[in-house]
Structures are given as C-alpha cells and as structure tokens.
C-alpha cells in the first residue's frame, strides 16, 4: 500500500471509535490517509483523533468557519486513489443510492475519478431492513465495492447481522482492491521515466533552469506501477515527489546526470517515456566560486546538452519502445513528427502552451499523440493523472495491436 492515497470517509456510527485503529492500520501500510466526516460522525470520534492519526486536516464542512477557505470536494475526488467510506450508516447509504448531496463527504464521493468501498454498520434489523438490501445492491450497480457487515454483537445489545468489518479486515479488502489493478501485461515490464527540470550550474549558487515541476512523469509513473510495471522515475530538481512500492526515484540535477542515469538503466527496459524538460544548454565552464558582480554586462558562454532522448532512440533494441514529448508554441504537428522521425521514437505525446491549462506548474494538459505509423489522437482537457492514463492506454493499445 506504499504511497497510495486512501480517502475515508466517516459517517455517525458507534463503530466509528474503531476508524482510529484502520488509519494506524493504513498508516503502517505505508499508505496516505485523508479524512472527511460527517457532522454526526463528530459525535462519535473526534476530528482531532483522525486529524493526529492521519497526519492531515479532516474536512467537515463544505468550507471552514474559520478563515473562509473552502474544502474543495473535486480535488479530493481527483487526489484519491480510493475512497472508503467506514462505518456506512443506513441514513448515509440511501442518500448515496439517490444522489443526494448534503455534506462535503456525499459531494466528495459524487466527484470521486476511482472506486469507492463502503463498509455498512447498523443495527440488525435496519440491516436486514429491504431498503437497506435495496440501497446496497444500488450501490453495488453503481461499482462501489461491498466491505458486508459482520455478526456479532452490537451496540444495541443485541446479537445478529450488521457489525461493521473489522479494521484489518478493512485494510485487507482496500489492499485486494489495489492487487486487483494489477494488469499481466504490466506485471513483468520494465520503465524508465524522465521528467522535471534539470538545473545548468552558472557558479556554487546560480543555474540555468525551467519551470517544469515534473507532475507529468510523475503522474505517468504512478500509472503504469500502480498497474504492476517497476519504474525507474529519473527526476530532475523539484519539490514534488512519489513514494511507491514500484518506483525507484532516482535524483538528478544537470542534463550531463539525468544522462548518465538514463545509460545505466536503458538496456534493461521495456518501456521510456522521457517528459522532462532538459535544459538545451549548459554554461560551458562553471565558476568554482561565486561570480561576482563587476562590468554592466555579463556574457555566459553556452554548450549545448546532450539529447537524452535521441541518445535512447539512437540505443533502442527492436522491442523496445520509446515515448518523447513535444512542447511547441508554432506548428505542433509538423515540429512533432520531425521530432518522432529524428529521435527514432515510437510515440511523441504533442502539446502546447497556446492550449490553456496546459504546459507547466498546472495540474491540467492538453495533448495529442502522434504515432511513427502515423496515427494521431487527439484529447480533451484533462487532469495530469487522467492524462497519464490515456498516454499509457495507447501505449499498451499500441504494443498489443
Ligand atoms: N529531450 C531530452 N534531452 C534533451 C532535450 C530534450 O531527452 N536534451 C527530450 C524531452 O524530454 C522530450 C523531447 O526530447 O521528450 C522533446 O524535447 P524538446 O525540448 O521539445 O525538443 P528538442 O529536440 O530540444 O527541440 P527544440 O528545443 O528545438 O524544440
């Protein structure tokens, strides 16, 4: 479960005291726990329990009385990989099966991009009540997952049907869920990933650099291992990141490095996709100590950086397959194939700073795909990691053709 994002959602049960244990659960899993409750769940555990446990804020409300700010239920609909949603309560499931959406953690599930997984607790004849059999199987049509209740005793003192799953085995079925993405054709592949910036040093304080935050690769490397593919992400300076039990992230800062790092793991590939943003040019000698300002004017003489990518078309074995990127400002169709020709690439993924909420920084892209057989797709606006998806499903649709 290593770095993957798991959304629970709190509804008011007594058995949501047990929720506690299920974050400690994940935690220790290695997964990241963001939690939304219901008001009435409040009553039951405190916020400030699963806000310590969780390590992040708990959303409540649809925005925070204190500074205004509001808890947007879209982002953590695209940030999760799965929503679940423990203890389920009869009042919160019939809203579920009949779409409504009075609180952040029904319009949170209403915008949810991946599964979601409930786990029913309620007393045993509200369980075994047919509303309740009805809104399940509503729920189940709707491709939530079932996490059934459990026999025993409840809260009411009785004895019967309606105990929420314990937490491990809460923690059982979210990690067969994630078992259950893995695709065979993943499973035994090898990717290397290129993606963010490099930095070209000037002196021991000063570069050349871009903009690039390296979301994109990122993005792309979450995708394919969270299918089962072992990914090798070189990535160059920035703050973002990815922890997962398939990706090796390997840090680089200059061209010369993401080069080098790229040799040593080519060979063994089955897969690259190469998104990063390569500086052209380095300075050609880098001061040893801090430059000085002196004259009006300061010259820095250029050289030009190695192509990481041609390098890797130019070294490619017949079953391997390459994927470049192309970032033009004119003729974007005409500049990417000369690209895909040039650096021997199988694939080249087009887009354009002219498409807004494309390029760098943002989370959203717009792309085409253009192909060495000439075929080209084109893409509606999306989310990075949607964008991901769609860049690895033609790859896949594209080997297995
Ligand atoms: N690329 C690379 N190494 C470089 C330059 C680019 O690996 N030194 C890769 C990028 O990761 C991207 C593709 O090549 O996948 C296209 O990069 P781009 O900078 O758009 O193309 P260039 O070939 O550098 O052409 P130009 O700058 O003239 O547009």
């Known amino acids: 479960m290593r770095g993957k994002r798991v959304l629970l959602g709190i509804t008011g049960g007594i058995a949501a005291y047990k929720i506690a244990f299920l974050i400690r659960l994940l935690k220790k899993n290695g997964a990241e726990v963001k939690v939304i409750m219901t008001p009435a769940s409040c009553d039951f555990i405190s916020p400030l329990v699963v806000s310590t446990l969780s390590g992040n804020a708990v959303g409540i409300e649809f925005w925070n009385k204190k500074d205004g700010t509001w808890n947007n239920h879209v982002e953590y609909g695209l940030w999760a990989d799965v929503m679940v949603i423990a203890p389920l309560t009869a009042n919160t499931l019939s809203k579920m099966a009949n779409g409504a959406c009075d609180n952040l953690l029904l319009a949170t599930w209403l915008s949810m991009k991946s599964n979601t997984m409930v786990a029913p607790a309620m007393d045993l004849d509200m369980y075994a009540h047919p509303s309740t059999k009805e809104n399940l199987e509503r729920l189940e049509s709707f491709g939530v997952d079932i996490i059934p209740a459990t026999s025993g005793e409840l809260a009411s003192g009785l004895e019967g049907e309606g105990r929420m799953a314990e937490p491990e085995s809460i923690s059982d079925a979210i990690q067969n869920y994630f078992d259950r993405q893995l695709e065979p054709w993943f499973v035994s592949k090898k990717a290397v990933i290129t993606a963010g910036p490099t930095y070209e040093a000037i002196d021991p304080v000063r570069f050349i650099g871009n903009h690039s935050s390296g979301k994109m690769g990122i993005a792309l490397a979450q995708n394919l291992a969270d299918r089962g593919m072992q990914v090798q992400l070189v990535l160059g300076p920035t703050k973002e990141g990815i922890d997962h039990e ?28 190469f998104s990063a943003a390569v500086a052209d040019y380095r300075p050609a000698v880098k001061a040893d100590q801090k430059i000085k300002k002196s004259e009006d004017a300061l010259q820095i003489e250029l050289v030009k950086n190695p192509d990481i990518l041609l390098w890797a078309g130019e070294n490619k074995k017949e079953d391997q397959l390459l994927v470049g990127f192309a970032l033009e400002t004119e003729n974007l169709l005409e500049n990417g194939r000369k690209k895909l020709e040039k650096k021997h690439l199988n694939c080249i993924v087009l887009n354009t700073l002219q498409d807004s909420g494309a390029g760098f920084g943002v989370d959203t892209n717009k792309i085409s795909i253009l192909d060495n057989h000439n075929n080209l797709q084109e893409f509606e606006l999306k989310s990075k990691t949607e964008v991901a998806a769609d860049i690895v499903d033609y790859v896949k649709n594209y080997t297995t053709k």
């Open 246 to 273: 398939r990706i090796e992230v390997i840090r680089v800062s200059s061209a010369n490095e993401m080069l080098e790092a790229v040799q040593n793991r080519w060979n063994d590939a089955d897969i690259g996709i």
